[in-house]
T-cell receptor, first 111, second 113 residues
Framework: DGGITQSPKYLFRKEGQNVTLSCEQNLNHDAMYWYRQDPGQGLRLIYYSQIVNDFQKGDIAEGYSVSREKKESFPLTVTSAQKNPTAFYLC??????????FGQGTRLTVV | GNSVTQMEGPVTLSEEAFLTINCTYTATGYPSLFWYVQYPGEGLQLLLKATKADDKGSNKGFEATYRKETTSFHLEKGSVQVSDSAVYFCALYSGAGSYQLTFGKGTKLSVIP
C-alpha cells in the first residue's frame, strides 16, 4: 500500500544532542513538508521541499535542518540549537492537484 | 499571503446534535480547500475536499461547500457521534507556483453521550 511513514513513533533526546526523525513516502509525490505541533496548538511549518536537492525554510526553521537527497525521503534533524524541542512532529507529502498525506507523527521528548 | 481562520474551540456537543465549524480564508487565485481530522496521538487524515467554487465535499456524514463569494468552507454534520470527537483543521492550497499549504489553528470537538 502506498503511504507515508514516520519513524520512530516516540523519541527521547538528552540535552545537547542532535536527533534525526525519518520520513519516507512511496506515493511518488514531489513535495514534502515538516510540521511541529505543540499540545492544543495548530501546525507550524518547519521546512518544505518541492524537488530533490532543494528545500525552503518555513515559519520556525531555527534549530532544525533537513535534506532531500532522494524523492522518497525527507529527514528532519533537531539540533542542540533548538531550545524547546519537545513536541509532536508531522511529515506530509503532496503533488500538484492532490491533497496532502500525513504520516502518523513522531513524539519527541527531551529528558 | 494566504490565511485560514476557523472558529475557536473547544466545542462540546451532545450525541446526535448538529455540528457547524466555521472556516473562512484569504488567498490569491482559486485555492483548493480541505478539512482534515486528527484523532489523539495520530497524524492528520483527509476528511473532505473541494477544488472549485460551489463544489460540495462530503464524507462520513460531514459536508462542506466551497463558497467563493463569502470565502468560506464551513464544516457541517447533521448528527454527531461520540466517535467524531477529534480536532478538525481547515486548510487551503493555492498552488500559484508554491507548494505551501495553509492550515487553520484547529477546532477540538468533544461529543458526549
Amino acid at each position: 500500500d502506498g503511504g507515508i511513514t514516520q519513524s520512530p513513533k516516540y523519541l527521547f533526546r538528552k540535552e545537547g544532542q542532535n536527533v534525526t526523525l525519518s520520513c519516507e513516502q512511496n506515493l511518488n509525490h514531489d513535495a514534502m513538508y515538516w510540521y511541529r505541533q505543540d499540545p492544543g496548538q495548530g501546525l507550524r511549518l518547519i521546512y518544505y521541499s518541492q524537488i530533490v536537492n532543494d528545500f525552503q525554510k518555513g515559519d520556525i526553521a531555527e534549530g532544525y535542518s533537513v535534506s532531500r537527497e532522494k524523492k522518497e525521503s525527507f529527514p528532519l534533524t533537531v539540533t542542540s540549537a533548538q531550545k524547546n524541542p519537545t513536541a509532536f512532529y508531522l511529515c506530509a507529502s503532496k503533488n500538484t492537484n492532490t491533497e496532502a498525506f500525513f504520516g502518523q507523527g513522531t513524539r519527541l521528548t527531551v529528558v | 499571503g494566504n490565511s485560514v481562520t476557523q472558529m475557536e474551540g473547544p466545542v462540546t456537543l451532545s450525541e446526535e446534535a448538529f455540528l457547524t465549524i466555521n472556516c473562512t480564508y484569504t488567498a490569491t487565485g482559486y485555492p483548493s480547500l480541505f478539512w482534515y481530522v486528527q484523532y489523539p496521538g495520530e497524524g492528520l487524515q483527509l476528511l473532505l475536499k473541494a477544488t472549485k467554487a460551489d463544489d460540495k465535499g462530503s464524507n462520513k456524514g460531514f459536508e462542506a461547500t466551497y463558497r467563493k463569494e463569502t470565502t468560506s468552507f464551513h464544516l457541517e454534520k447533521g448528527s454527531v457521534q461520540v466517535s467524531d470527537s477529534a480536532v478538525y483543521f481547515c486548510a487551503l492550497y493555492s498552488g500559484a507556483g508554491s507548494y505551501q499549504l495553509t492550515f487553520g489553528k484547529g477546532t477540538k470537538l468533544s461529543v458526549i453521550p
